[in-house]
């Protein structure tokens, strides 16, 4: 399985503010995918994040507020953009595997961020 | 449109004894099943996952799950559960087909207690 580190592990933000977080992967995925998990709920995908084109959102989210990079194939960051406290939440990355386990995601460990 | 159910929030049970976790799904489609579970402050884990062939799948932990085409389910379960295994349990669905991408698909979510 992929070794998938997330920074920062966890922050506390002003409203107002932007957080960018960072998805480093050990190896080279093709897909990667962004997912929030507000507080006792289910995770839902915001993104997935293209190699050298722009990210594809899903309903419900916008690259205004969730900018996505992707410079290339193991790393990706994923800003949150003028938070407010309905932002607090759960972001994690996740990847694709490839060869045997290819139809499996792994996950980071998350960011856990809450905005005051 | 893809949908996952798990109609339990929360599952208690005593050591030793067998747990069950369950899960409904919703697909147009043929579907791939998968089980994640997530300790406090930690990201999600891969437990197992349904592919093709076999109805029982053998995972991570000693944790298995049963396809069941007919109606549409695919329970995690244990038959002797341990203290450790107190989680949340994610269950989580995506089509096969090319064209729907990987989105994963998330249930709600079922928090297990085991107690000594």
């Known amino acids: 399985s992929a070794v998938i580190s997330q920074k920062p592990s966890r922050d506390i933000c002003q409203r107002g503010t932007s957080l960018t977080i960072q998805c480093q992967v050990d190896s080279q995925v093709t897909m990667m995918f962004w997912y929030r998990q507000q507080p006792g709920q289910s995770l839902t995908l915001i993104a997935t994040a293209n190699q050298g084109s722009e990210a594809t959102y899903e309903s419900g989210f916008v690259i205004d507020k969730f900018p996505i990079s992707r410079p290339n194939l193991t790393f990706s960051t994923l800003t949150v953009s003028n938070m407010s406290p309905e932002d607090s939440s759960i972001y994690l990355c996740?990847?694709?595997?490839?060869?045997?386990?290819?139809?499996?995601?792994?996950f980071g460990a998350g960011t856990r961020l809450s905005v005051l | 449109a893809q949908s996952v159910a798990q109609p339990e929030d929360q599952v208690n049970v005593a050591e030793g004894n067998p747990l069950t976790v369950k899960c409904t799904y919703s697909?147009?489609?043929?579907?791939?099943l998968f089980w994640y579970v997530q300790y406090p402050n930690r990201g999600l884990q891969f437990l197992l996952k349904?592919?093709?062939?076999?109805?029982l799948v053998k995972g991570s932990y000693g944790f298995e799950a049963e396809f069941n085409k007919s109606q549409t389910s695919f329970h995690l379960k244990k038959p002797s559960a341990l203290v450790s295994d107190s989680a949340l349990y994610f269950c989580?669905?995506?089509?096969?087909?090319?064209?729907?991408?990987?989105?994963?698909?998330f249930g709600g979510g079922t928090r297990v207690l085991v107690k000594p």
């Open positions: 349904y592919i093709t062939g076999d109805n």
């Open positions: 996740s990847v694709q595997a490839s060869g045997e386990a290819k139809n499996i995601q792994y």
């Open positions: 989580a669905v995506r089509l096969q087909i090319k064209a729907a991408g990987n989105k994963l698909t």
């Open positions: 697909v147009s489609g043929n579907p791939y």
